[in-house]
């Protein structure tokens, strides 16, 4: 059989970083009730609204009026901080989540916010220790686990991140983004088959996942499978992938001349 010599399609694509901040832990309604729990509760309804309407800046500004009339409400630091969290004030937001934890030591939502902005901010060792004692309160926190993971992919600690994306599939077998990862790190740890596999699985869960075809034509090059990675290359760009590269790597590997296309 003609083999044709080939090379590598793009750098591997990036891999998935967790997403769960801005869905699974929204805001906290809140009902306090003491002799000022109208001003209290008036300012923190306020944010809440705010904030589910994207209005991020009013809901940070109300929710520090409300902390003015009583700073011991855990609720309203945690929300704050998810606030600054959507405006990219990590920075902002990791003091609230303390300050909610300074309250509540055990105060999951605070904890996983911590990691998770201690990760965006490239502090990815004190990431990964948020999310160890988050999951040392709660061993089967899905999110924490893939927070963890990302984390340790971050410090090229693929063993470990495989390890943690492998708990995150146990708890949620339908997580293709976690099934994606692992396989961007078996893929890395030169486990091509491993990461061919995974990357299978997240497209069974999702026909769409382009950078799933992406990489795992990527994969498939290192291990020959030339007709496979030009199967799954082509079929990552009519899902959309834009990518020079990719594109030229099709036009130069993937000519129809070749017999055994």
């Given at each position: 059989m003609?083999?044709?010599?080939?090379?590598?399609?793009l750098?591997?694509?990036?891999?998935?970083?967790?997403i769960?901040?801005?869905v699974?832990?929204?805001?906290i309604?809140s009902?306090?009730?003491?002799v000022?729990a109208?001003?209290?509760?008036?300012?923190?309804d306020?944010g809440?609204e705010k904030?589910?309407k994207?209005?991020?800046?009013?809901s940070?500004?109300d929710?520090?009026?409300?902390?003015e009339?009583n700073?011991?409400?855990v609720?309203?630091?945690?929300n704050?901080?998810w606030?600054?969290?959507q405006i990219n004030?990590?920075?902002?937001?990791?003091l609230?989540?303390?300050?909610?934890i300074?309250?509540?030591p055990?105060?999951?939502?605070?904890?996983?916010?911590?990691g998770y902005?201690?990760g965006?901010l490239?502090?990815?060792?004190g990431?990964?220790?948020?999310y160890?004692?988050?999951?040392?309160?709660?061993?089967?926190?899905e999110?924490?686990?893939f927070?963890?993971?990302?984390s340790?992919s971050?410090?090229r600690?693929?063993?470990?991140?495989?390890?943690?994306y492998?708990?995150?599939i146990?708890?949620?077998?339908?997580n293709?983004?976690?099934?994606?990862?692992?396989?961007?790190?078996?893929?890395n740890?030169?486990?091509?088959?491993?990461?061919i596999s995974?990357?299978s699985?997240?497209?069974?869960?999702?026909n769409?996942?382009?950078?799933?075809f992406?990489n795992?034509?990527?994969?498939k090059?290192?291990?020959?499978?030339?007709?496979g990675?030009?199967?799954?290359a082509?079929?990552?760009k009519?899902l959309?992938?834009?990518?020079l590269?990719n594109d030229n790597?099709i036009k130069n590997n993937c000519?129809?001349r070749?017999?055994?296309?």
């Amino acid at each position: 059989m003609f083999h044709k010599a080939t090379r590598s399609l793009l750098s591997i694509f990036q891999i998935i970083q967790p997403i769960t901040m801005n869905v699974g832990y929204l805001l906290i309604t809140s009902s306090y009730s003491t002799v000022f729990a109208n001003d209290f509760q008036t300012y923190f309804d306020k944010g809440f609204e705010k904030g589910e309407k994207g209005d991020y800046f009013g809901s940070i500004y109300d929710y520090t009026s409300a902390i003015e009339l009583n700073p011991n409400n855990v609720d309203a630091y945690y929300n704050r901080g998810w606030a600054k969290g959507q405006i990219n004030d990590h920075t902002g937001a990791i003091l609230d989540y303390q300050s909610a934890i300074n309250i509540d030591p055990s105060n999951e939502k605070a904890l996983y916010g911590l990691g998770y902005s201690k990760g965006k901010l490239g502090n990815y060792y004190g990431s990964i220790a948020e999310y160890t004692t988050l999951l040392n309160l709660n061993s089967q926190h899905e999110d924490a686990y893939f927070g963890r993971a990302w984390s340790k992919s971050k410090i090229r600690n693929s063993y470990g991140s495989i390890a943690d994306y492998t708990e995150v599939i146990k708890l949620n077998p339908n997580n293709g983004n976690a099934f994606y990862n692992r396989g961007l790190e078996k893929h890395n740890s030169s486990q091509y088959y491993e990461a061919i596999s995974d990357y299978s699985k997240a497209i069974q869960i999702n026909n769409k996942y382009s950078e799933a075809f992406l990489n795992r034509s990527v994969s498939k090059t290192k291990i020959g499978d030339i007709k496979g990675a030009c199967k799954d290359a082509k079929k990552a760009k009519s899902l959309g992938f834009k990518g020079l590269e990719n594109d030229n790597w099709i036009k130069n590997n993937c000519s129809s001349r070749f017999k055994f296309f």
